[in-house]
């Protein structure tokens, strides 16, 4: 199967190219970003040799539909899909945060909390709790946006705002759409027989200075969601929860020696391993959205996307 590793194109008016860990953005006449989602896989903020087909695909999708659920909400940044694995919308200065809330003590947290800590980002945790508890409410713990090859960083409310990263009147408007998104994630989940557990999200400011949900939202890549049938009872007997996240991915390389430390060694994936990671995130897909998922013809993978994309600038 074609898998998107990497794209090189020159569309008309193309300003500059950003290529993140799994998403490659072209800015247009400094107006429109083309944000397309390859199929490469990170995990511990480190990008895996293999890619995993329709990866890509699966995102972008999730992301457009969970955008369209909560724009009367929250306004975001996207104008159209003209290909499977492409998004398009206006150009933004991002800010340099990831807005991080947590509903339960899950992964990171989890890991902070196992090894005694009872502040994350500057907001205490309370004492008592099981990892996969529910907070009394959720909790919101930035972090800091890294650049290219470096790991992103907790940070606290107030250090963002000493530091002058965010000032204070757009931070207020960026915990109160974060919360406010949480609780539509948590409710479109809910309908579907799932927890959201956690979640990130990315924010931008137009040209005119409005501030505007960018990249994705809601998607396994950065979400974790628990299915909801036999959480109590999984929570009372100690046992791990059912997870609907990329979390499967990040257990497989911690039990194979990995998690991104200095000198550690990417685990080897077999092709076995890459056709089971893809089949999990159609099972994501179709999870969290409730519809059929409908593989892309990747046979030119590369010169769909470049024709769908360039017949989509020539005639905005």
């Known amino acids: 199967m074609n898998t998107i590793n990497e794209t090189n194109f020159q569309f008309q008016g193309q300003k500059e190219v950003y290529k993140g860990k799994v998403r490659e953005v072209y800015n247009i006449n400094d107006e429109l970003l083309v944000m397309i989602a390859s ?5 511990f903020d480190v990008i895996l ?20 659920d909560t724009v009367d909400i929250v306004p975001n940044w996207l104008l159209a899909n003209p290909d499977e694995n492409v998004a398009v919308g206006h150009l933004c200065e991002p800010f340099k ?17 196992a090894a005694g800590k009872r502040t994350l980002c500057g907001v205490a945790m309370p004492e ?18 890294a650049d290219n090859g470096e790991h992103d960083e907790d940070i606290s409310r107030e250090d963002i705002l000493a530091k002058g990263i965010v000032s204070e009147e757009d931070y ?4 109160d759409y974060t919360r406010k998104l949480f609780q539509r994630g948590t409710e479109l989940a809910a309908k579907r027989g799932l927890i959201l557990v956690d979640t990130k999200y990315e924010f931008g400011k137009t040209k005119d200075g409005k501030i505007v949900l960018i990249d994705e939202i809601h998607t396994p890549d950065s979400s974790r969601y628990f299915y909801a049938d036999g959480y109590a009872e999984r929570q009372e007997k100690g046992e791990k929860q059912k997870q609907l996240s990329k979390e499967f991915v990040r257990q497989w390389l911690i039990e194979n020696g990995f998690q991104g430390k200095e000198g550690q060694e990417i685990p080897e ?20 959205t409730g519809e059929n ?21 020539e005639n905005k």
Not at 172 to 175: A, G, I, Q, R
Not at 276 to 282: F, K, L, Q
């Open 39 to 43: 199929d490469r896989l990170s995990a």
């Open 49 to 68: 040799p293999r890619q995993i087909p329709f990866k890509g695909q699966i995102l972008n999708q999730i992301a457009t539909k969970m955008m369209n």
């Open 97 to 113: 945060v990831e807005m991080v809330i947590r509903g339960y003590l899950s992964g990171h947290a989890a890991r902070e909390y």
């Open 128 to 145: 008592g709790m099981k990892e996969n508890d529910k907070f009394p409410e959720p909790i919101i713990t930035p972090s800091t946006k």
């Open 172 to 175: 207020l408007v960026l915990e």
């Open 269 to 288: 994936m077999s092709d076995e391993k890459v056709i089971e990671i893809s089949n999990r995130y159609i099972e994501l897909y179709e999870q969290i």
């Open 293 to 313: 998922f409908i593989k892309a013809n990747t046979e030119n993978v590369l010169e769909r996307i470049e024709k769908n994309v360039s017949t989509f600038l």
